[in-house]
């Protein structure tokens, strides 16, 4: 079997919570082992890094793929690529394509699709009720079988509790996992803004941010007498902090995780109606945004995503209030996220826990870590190159990107899956 070496590499290890110069040595798609004594191991192969980072590659839960039904805006191949440009090694897509993902066959085809189209790891999530309408719930058990490896609504919040009670007790007796999005709908119906005095100014409709504290409750007050395992999509308020504290004192099985545009981006970047800056929850005070960064840091919340959403250029080319929300970013996640380091936020480790150990962890896949019998799943980088963000030479079919023009700093350099070489700079 051949062997790959990579010597001179600084080291990005989550587990460890460790950031040192080293070696990794990789044997048949797997992490053999690391070190920082010398002489390394011997190898086939020779990967000099020159001192540049060499991190787990990043799980990524939460990414749209318009695939079936809407390929103008995303395909597996052209998301595979984005994903393998963006560091990115396993992409765990949502189900919220035009037909639902809600039945072993659509998942059956889009996991062909993956496989066949992607140079990366593609996992499924799967609709929780049929078509997200929140009125039945799908075939958790089969479509456990044909590979889901979650279950979420979306942005489709299930407002009948009683459906959504009977859904999460039916997922605890199999061991499911739902991803949920933590908001009060009807509060949050129509919303485009967070409520306050740009949003005043602006004269757009708002939503609380007592909306996804409200949303937040209900959940684990049904967590509490169901015992789900459950993970909240997008935590992106300070008022939804303390509940989610409370829930992980009290042992819930709760996990939750944040957007990198909430992490990086506040209400003032809507300036003058750019739609591109048009989220889902909508971006947050500066106040909220520092906290949830905080909660990221001290491991309140878990993971990291980018919350990829294409969309194309006649739904974002609108008015504010009609345009639609989301917006693509698994090649501009790394970058965004390195702004958090150089801030002084968040170290790299912290950075790779979120972004790549604690999705692994929930999801329970063997990636996320620098581990020996880990698979190879790397990302080399180099997080002090500055560059300016063009939307245009992004990958993503669809372009709409809230950092176009912007300045940033870090490069991927290379992209490994199973220890090969799926990106290179």
Known sequence: MSTTLFINARLIDPEAGSDTLG????????????GSATPAPAADEIVDCNGK???????????????????HKESYKSAGHAAAAGGVTTMITRPD????????????????????????????????TKGREGREMTEIGFLMDAGAVAFSDCDHVVANTKVF????????????????????????????????????????????????????????????????????????????????ERAKNNGLDITAGTSIHHLTLN?????????????????????????????????????????????????????????????????????AALRLYHSGHLDLPTLFRA?????????????????AEAPADLVLFDPDTPFVMDRFKLRSKSQNTPFDGQRMQGRVLATYVAGTPVYRR
């Open 355 to 371: 972004m790549s150990l604690n999705p692994a962890n929930r999801l329970g896949l063997a990636g996320g870590r620098l581990a």
């Open 97 to 128: 394509t035009t037909p639902t993902i809600d039945t072993p066959e659509t998942l059956e085809f889009v996991n062909r699709r993956a496989q066949a189209d992607t140079p990366v790891n593609v996992l499924a999530m799967a609709a929780l």
């Open 53 to 71: 980072c060499l991190a787990p590659g990043i799980i990524d839960i939460g990414v749209k793929v318009c695939e079936p039904g809407e390929r």
């Open 23 to 34: 070696w990794l040595l990789v044997r048949a798609g797997s992490i053999v082992g690391t």
């Open 267 to 335: 209400e003032l970047d809507v300036a003058d109606y750019r739609t591109f800056f048009k989220v889902k929850p909508p971006l947050r005070s500066e106040d909220d945004r520092l906290a949830v960064v905080e909660a990221v840091r001290t491991g309140l919340i878990d993971t990291i995503s980018s919350m990829h959403t294409p969309q194309d250029e006649e739904s974002k080319r609108l008015p504010f209030e009609e345009a639609a929300a989301g917006a693509v970013a698994m090649e501009t996640l790394l970058p």
């Open 165 to 244: 009670s009977r859904a999460l007790t039916y997922a605890r007796s199999l061991g499911a996992l739902v991803i949920a999005h933590p908001q009060e709908p009807e509060l949050s119906k129509g919303a485009a803004a967070t409520s306050g005095k740009f949003a005043s100014l602006r004269g757009l409709p708002a939503v609380s941010p007592m909306a996804e504290r409200m949303g937040l409750d209900r959940d684990i007050a049904l967590l509490e007498m169901t015992g789900a395992r459950y993970h909240a999509d997008q935590i992106t308020t300070a008022r939804a902090l303390p509940a989610l």
